[in-house]
């Protein structure tokens, strides 16, 4: 997976790193005041996503967060940025979770932090499809 910066006057396209199949990219807010762009990454190994990616833009360097809580490969993380905290907020969907459920997934509300790695329940689980 290519991660690249396009100049809006130009339209030239700048690659700024690479990473291995199947890191999931994050809703990232990219402004002057942060100049940081996240990202999961999966281990093959294990088969979970257990590392934040976390990609400086102003000296193009890349930092790996072990994050507290792993998520099964058959689970997925809806993240974003919000900038007024500096958190990932987002909603955890376990599709493991189908079997029991009639087809509908247990869900959760959940806050990253990206510095640290800890992740944060907000919710109890519940049913969403």
Request: no cysteine; glycine share 4%; hydrophobic share 40%.
């Given at each position: 997976m290519?991660?690249?910066?396009?100049?809006?006057?130009t339209?030239?396209v700048?690659?700024?790193?690479s990473f291995?199949l199947?890191?999931?990219?994050?809703?990232?807010?990219?402004?002057?005041?942060?100049?940081?762009?996240?990202?999961?990454?999966y281990?093959?190994?294990?088969?979970?996503?257990?590392?934040?990616l976390a990609v400086?833009?102003e000296?193009?360097t890349?930092?790996?967060?072990?994050?507290?809580?792993a998520?099964?490969s058959s689970?997925?993380?809806?993240?974003?940025?919000n900038?007024?905290d500096?958190?990932?907020?987002g909603?955890q969907e376990d599709?493991?979770s189908f079997?029991?459920?009639?087809?509908?997934?247990?869900?959760?509300?959940?806050?990253v932090?990206p510095?640290?790695?800890?992740?944060?329940?907000?919710?109890?689980d519940?049913l969403?499809?």
């Amino acid at each position: 997976m290519h991660f690249a910066k396009v100049s809006r006057s130009t339209g030239t396209v700048t690659e700024l790193d690479s990473f291995v199949l199947g890191t999931q990219p994050i809703d990232n807010l990219v402004i002057p005041a942060h100049q940081v762009a996240y990202f999961m990454e999966y281990n093959s190994i294990t088969f979970l996503y257990d590392k934040l990616l976390a990609v400086d833009l102003e000296n193009n360097t890349v930092s790996e967060i072990a994050l507290s809580t792993a998520v099964p490969s058959s689970s997925f993380w809806v993240l974003t940025y919000n900038p007024l905290d500096g958190s990932l907020y987002g909603l955890q969907e376990d599709l493991d979770s189908f079997s029991v459920n009639n087809y509908l997934a247990d869900l959760r509300y959940i806050k990253v932090d990206p510095e640290t790695g800890v992740v944060t329940d907000l919710t109890d689980d519940f049913l969403g499809n």
